[in-house]
């Protein structure tokens, strides 16, 4: 991969990046029961429970013809005005757009409508979460799935290969949170042992302990949620090793090699493994990117761990736009630029592939 190359897929994700948060913004300013709808639902629920408001007609996306929550009708005009100010809509929505694009363009996302911090602070804050998630547990899946998917490609159609075969397609049928649920009823207090900790990634008042305490305890937290990613993680992994390296073994190359006397191990390792992993190795960064947006938002609400894949949840559910538009832009920069880490490591591991050229 040359510089000329690397800059110009650095410089494509500057366009790719803003075009999706536009599509996306697009769509949010069609989508009923925003944060100004809430606060006006609410207060109007409050009014109306003193005897001070009129009735709800309606629930929290039930617009008026005029475009106008319909609760908000008993409410006074100012104070309607004020709360769409407070929340930055009393602006047209492209005057929005430009200034959210600006102060994107500096890392700055806004504050958090509801949580009173801004978003910056709050992603920092979850980000190591996600990541210890996404990372320990994609380096088990390779560490595991990789060897066992050689395994079955040199002992294939044996009774090895149909008994892991089973045991990882069983895995991969059970929901991830389901599993999680099944390791807190039992190693976490759920009703037989007390082995692990439940909540959160560090034991309360542990930052008075020595490093390596806190390493180990930080590691102790991890073993559940960890275990419940991985646990259907494998299957996909496995299979995709054993036919690559099934696939390579029969190639005339390892005949050859066999025929010069090569051992079967160095032909394994030596000539087959090369070839072999060049999407394994390669495939490494969309695997964590995946594993980090996708796999772990169950797993954090089982565990009461406070990463990334909640925050947006919460944040969608809310309609606390900075926040999703915030975490959306971190989520879509990581993928982007994890691609172009997967590219490079193509290069890496197979001179031949000259990007520059196809492109």
């Not at 803003?18 to 944060?35: C, D």
């Not at 490591?345 to 492109?359: E, G, K, M, N, Q």
Request: overall charge positive; some cysteine.
């Amino acid at each position: 991969m040359t510089l000329s190359y690397l800059l110009r897929r650095l410089l494509l994700v500057i366009p790719t990046l803003f075009g999706i948060i536009t599509i996306n913004f697009a769509v949010v300013q069609l989508a009923p029961g925003g944060p100004v709808d809430q606060v006006l639902a609410e207060l109007h629920g409050q009014a109306g429970a003193n005897g001070l408001g009129g009735r709800l007609s309606g629930p929290v996306s039930d617009l008026g013809h005029a475009g106008q929550y319909r609760g908000a009708r008993g409410l006074d005009p100012a104070v309607v005005q004020k709360i769409r100010a407070m929340f930055g809509f009393d602006k047209p929505p492209l005057t929005r757009y430009l200034e959210m694009v600006g102060g994107y363009l500096r890392f700055d996302f806004g504050r958090s409508f509801f949580r009173g911090q801004s978003v910056l602070h709050l992603i920092e804050e979850r980000l190591p979460v996600s990541i210890s998630l996404g990372f320990f547990s994609t380096l088990i899946i390779y560490f595991v799935s990789v060897p066992l998917g050689i395994a079955k490609a040199v002992r294939d159609g044996s009774r090895f290969d149909l008994a892991s075969s089973a045991v990882v397609l069983v895995g991969y049928a059970v929901p991830g949170f389901l599993f999680a649920i099944l390791l807190v009823v039992l190693f976490a207090g759920g009703g037989v042992w007390q082995i692990f900790p439940l909540r959160g990634l560090v034991t309360q008042g542990s930052a008075h302990w020595p490093w390596y305490a806190r390493i180990g305890d930080y590691l102790w937290h991890l073993v559940l949620p960890v275990t419940a990613i991985v646990a259907g993680g494998f299957a996909s992994l496995t299979m995709l090793t054993k036919n690559c390296f099934l696939e390579e073994i029969h190639r005339q190359y390892t005949i050859t090699a066999r025929a010069k006397g090569a051992s079967e191990r160095r032909v394994l390792y030596g000539h087959v493994f090369r070839n072999a992993a060049l999407l394994l190795v390669a495939g490494f960064p969309q695997a964590f990117i995946a594993i980090l947006f996708t796999s772990a938002l169950l797993v954090e609400i089982v565990f009461s761990l406070n990463g990334l894949g909640l925050l947006g949840f919460q944040a969608a559910i809310q309609r606390d736009y900075p926040v999703m538009f915030g975490t959306l832009y971190i989520f879509t920069l990581l993928g982007l630029l994890m691609q172009i880490v997967g590219d490079f490591l193509y290069t890496l591991l197979d001179p031949r592939i000259d990007f520059d050229r196809r492109s």
